[in-house]
């Protein structure tokens, strides 16, 4: 098992150059650092293998969670804008470690947090599974989706070109970002709060180091909010295909036993 703690995690210049991947074996992936910074332009939550094996889209490339407690804030993600790191999530790690899935633990104000990514094999879906494994009293975690809509080996930036247009029904969310191809996420017992809008300038610094572009605008539809307590399991969804229906710990489960037949 690789094991990487708070020492090393809350250190950014190291623990940016650490990265996790998961892969579907149809050519698409999931893939960051270690602290959630995208460092690369082929980063991206859900890069989806979309005409096997030779294109792919980077269909969205965050999802960043805040809690909100007592009126107070706490950003758990991490972005590079050049000039500052924004927010600075990575002081909430208390660990890291990769066995059969990335996992990590955050600790906020009394809150305790794992979370679990996978990527099924042969779908371009994505799971998250987020356990709440203690905290004191009842809290909001708010979601911000970060969307590329690109061509793997392109970057995006500020325009027209985005499909703002979302449908929002039973904790699920649709859209067409380029026009085309679907992303559906799907965040049981969520509310949606529609607000599109551009983040700009999002810096990618191995692209920086190799000569290349390297700064992205990426789009924000709006913002999911969910209320949790202690000994919850929120499972999120991230698909291509519509995921109602479907319940994301059910499919961690499945891709589990999966990996560990073949260890086997």
């Not at 996790?20 to 890069?47: A, D, K």
Request: contains cysteine; glycine residues 8%.
């Amino acid at each position: 098992m690789l094991r990487k703690d708070k020492t090393f995690l809350q250190n950014y210049t190291r623990a940016v150059q650490s990265e996790w991947l998961e892969t579907n074996g149809l050519g698409g992936w999931g893939s960051s650092s270690i602290i959630g910074c995208n460092t690369r332009r082929y980063h991206g939550l859900l890069v989806a293998a979309t005409k096997p094996p030779t294109e792919r889209t980077v269909l969205l490339s965050k999802l960043d969670e805040t809690i909100v407690l007592n009126n107070e804030r706490f950003e758990l993600g991490v972005n590079d804008y050049g000039e500052v790191i924004s927010p600075d999530g990575n002081q909430y790690i208390k660990a890291f470690t990769k066995e059969l899935f990335p996992q990590w633990i955050y600790e906020v104000n009394g809150i305790q947090l794992r979370k679990t990514i996978a990527m099924i094999h042969g779908e371009n879906t994505l799971v998250i599974v987020y356990d709440v494994v203690k905290a004191k009293k009842a809290f909001t975690m708010e979601l911000l989706p970060l969307v590329a809509g690109r061509f793997y080996h392109s970057l995006q930036h500020a325009g027209e070109q985005m499909h703002w247009d979302v449908d929002f029904n039973n904790g699920q969310f649709h859209n067409k970002p380029d026009g085309k191809l679907d992303i559906y996420i799907n965040i049981p017992g969520s509310a949606y709060r529609h607000e599109p809008r551009w983040f700009n300038n999002f810096n990618y610094s191995v692209e920086k180091y190799r000569g290349q572009d390297f700064v992205e605008d990426l789009f924000n539809h709006g913002i999911f909010s969910v209320q949790l307590k202690k000994g919850d399991s929120l499972g999120i969804i991230i698909s291509t295909e519509n995921a109602n229906g479907r319940d994301a710990r059910v499919l961690l489960a499945k891709e589990c036993l999966r990996r560990q037949l073949l260890l086997n």
